[in-house]
Nanobody, 121 residues
Framework: QVQLVQSGGGLVQRGDTLSLSCVFHGDSFGDYAMAWFRQAPGKEREHISCISSSGSSTFVARSVSGRFTISRDNAKNTVYLQMNSLKPEDTASYYC??????????????WGQGAQVTVSS
């Protein structure tokens, strides 16, 4: 059984930096691709980033490309989302998720509890 516990988030101003963490509780973190999603009120959930099990391959959505960076530390069972140059439109609840494979971010087997990120103008 996999449990994901998130930390980070908060209220920041436009242009600020924020980092989210997601700790994987379970076996074989290094076997799973990991992803970050976000959902703003009244909007659909958006897949914003993905990292393969080894960390050698990443995906970043166009909406956050150049500002957000996904990384992972397999020794610490943790995946991170570094968010720079935040904009008010980045305001959302952010969720990490563990995929069922090591390569593709699909068929997610576990989700974090979510973290609110609010960016004021």
């Amino acid at each position: 059984q996999v449990q994901l516990v998130q930390s980070g988030g908060g209220l920041v101003q436009r242009g600020d930096t924020l980092s989210l963490s997601c700790v994987f509780h379970g076996d074989s973190f290094g076997d799973y691709a990991m992803a970050w999603f976000r959902q703003a009120p009244g909007k659909e959930r958006e897949h914003i980033s993905c990292i393969s099990s080894s960390g050698s391959s990443t995906f970043v959505a166009r909406s956050v490309s150049g500002r957000f960076t996904i990384s992972r530390d397999n020794a610490k069972n943790t995946v991170y989302l570094q968010m720079n140059s935040l904009k008010p439109e980045d305001t959302a609840s952010y969720y990490c998720a563990a995929a069922s494979s090591g390569i593709y971010c699909e068929d997610f087997i576990s989700w974090g509890q979510g973290a609110q990120v609010t960016v004021s103008s």
